[in-house]
C-alpha cells in the first residue's frame, strides 16, 4: 500500500475514502472537489464523503453536497 505522499506527478490521484482517513488507488497531486471544481492538493485533503465517495475543498463545499444529496435541508439565506 502507498502512502498519501508518493506520486508527487501532476495527475489527478484516485482516492478511496475511509472513515477518519483515506487510501490512495491511483497516486497524482491532487484530487478535484465535486462540487466547486477546485483542484485540492492530496496533502491538504480534509473533506469528504465515505457514502458518496467524493472530495470537497472545504466544510462549505461539503454541507453544499450535503444538501444537494437530501441529506440536509435547503436552507434561503
Given at each position: 500500500?502507498?502512502?498519501?505522499?508518493?506520486?508527487s506527478?501532476?495527475?489527478?490521484?484516485?482516492?478511496?475514502?475511509?472513515?477518519?482517513?483515506?487510501?490512495?488507488?491511483?497516486?497524482?497531486?491532487?484530487?478535484?472537489?465535486?462540487?466547486?471544481?477546485?483542484?485540492?492538493?492530496?496533502?491538504?485533503?480534509?473533506?469528504?464523503?465515505?457514502?458518496?465517495?467524493?472530495?470537497?475543498?472545504?466544510?462549505?463545499?461539503?454541507?453544499?453536497?450535503?444538501?444537494?444529496?437530501?441529506?440536509?435541508?435547503?436552507?434561503?439565506?
Amino acid at each position: 500500500m502507498m502512502n498519501r505522499f508518493e506520486g508527487s506527478s501532476n495527475r489527478e490521484a484516485k482516492i478511496r475514502y475511509l472513515d477518519g482517513d483515506f487510501q490512495i488507488v491511483l497516486p497524482g497531486s491532487h484530487v478535484t472537489c465535486v462540487v466547486t471544481g477546485a483542484a485540492i492538493p492530496v496533502d491538504e485533503l480534509r473533506y469528504w464523503s465515505v457514502a458518496r465517495q467524493e472530495p470537497y475543498a472545504d466544510a462549505e463545499a461539503s454541507f453544499e453536497a450535503d444538501k444537494r444529496a437530501g441529506i440536509l435541508p435547503n436552507q434561503k439565506n
